[in-house]
């Protein structure tokens, strides 16, 4: 839900996880000002940003009018990038929703996602809409931080993925429920 503080989280676990590196995919531009990094615009900008083991791509000046193809590139380089060193990786997608569908993944997002593990990429994710996740993703994670959602389809998927729906829809903003889907582990939190 708008304003549930999932953002906030989602930029609070990049700022305080342990990592060697960071990375962002940034279309709308919103993560460059509110980390206050200059962003990656090209393939030589990356690279240049990469010392710096924070990089924020916005992909519209390399591939105007075509993010799609940006996204699928960001992913290919994030992996390839991740190759040239040890230590977590962590990867950050806003709304990733929009960059596959219920049927199908890019190539370059599924080998980032799958085969990324032996590389220690670490994808996170935020979203007001979990149902429009592909099985695929939603089946590799491993843990699930939920802020309240009031749509029906929202709240199936969440219950799907071992979340009681009836409390997280009940969760006032700015306060979380997390659980580690592989310990079963549970904590709540508030954001503000």
């Given at each position: 839900?708008?304003?549930?503080?999932?953002?906030?989280?989602?930029?609070?676990?990049?700022?305080?996880?342990?990592?060697?590196?960071?990375?962002?995919?940034?279309?709308?531009?919103?993560?460059?000002?509110?980390?206050?990094?200059?962003?990656?615009?090209?393939?030589r900008?990356?690279?240049?940003?990469?010392?710096?083991?924070?990089?924020?791509?916005?992909?519209?000046?390399?591939?105007?009018?075509?993010?799609?193809?940006?996204?699928?590139?960001?992913?290919?380089?994030?992996?390839?990038?991740?190759?040239?060193?040890?230590?977590?990786?962590?990867?950050?997608?806003?709304?990733?929703?929009?960059?596959?569908?219920?049927?199908?993944i890019?190539?370059?997002?599924?080998?980032?996602v799958?085969?990324?593990?032996?590389?220690?990429?670490?994808?996170?994710?935020?979203?007001?809409?979990?149902?429009?996740?592909?099985?695929?993703?939603?089946?590799?994670?491993?843990?699930?931080?939920?802020?309240?959602?009031?749509?029906?389809?929202?709240?199936?998927?969440?219950s799907?993925?071992?979340?009681?729906?009836?409390?997280?829809?009940?969760?006032?903003?700015?306060?979380?429920?997390?659980?580690?889907?592989?310990?079963?582990?549970?904590?709540?939190?508030?954001?503000?």
């Amino acid at each position: 839900m708008t304003g549930s503080g999932k953002s906030t989280f989602a930029y609070r676990y990049l700022l305080n996880a342990p990592a060697a590196c960071r990375f962002v995919f940034d279309d709308l531009g919103r993560a460059a000002a509110r980390l206050k990094i200059r962003p990656a615009a090209t393939a030589r900008d990356l690279e240049a940003a990469l010392p710096s083991r924070w990089l924020v791509f916005n992909p519209h000046r390399m591939f105007p009018g075509n993010p799609r193809k940006g996204f699928n590139y960001f992913c290919d380089w994030v992996y390839q990038a991740s190759k040239r060193g040890a230590g977590k990786k962590l990867v950050l997608v806003d709304e990733i929703w929009q960059w596959q569908t219920a049927q199908s993944i890019p190539y370059e997002l599924n080998l980032l996602v799958t085969t990324g593990r032996e590389e220690n990429i670490e994808l996170v994710s935020c979203t007001q809409y979990p149902h429009r996740i592909n099985a695929s993703l939603t089946g590799a994670a491993t843990e699930v931080v939920a802020f309240r959602l009031d749509e029906e389809l929202a709240l199936k998927r969440i219950s799907g993925l071992q979340m009681d729906a009836g409390e997280v829809q009940k969760l006032p903003l700015g306060q979380f429920i997390a659980r580690n889907r592989l310990s079963g582990g549970v904590i709540r939190g508030k954001m503000f």
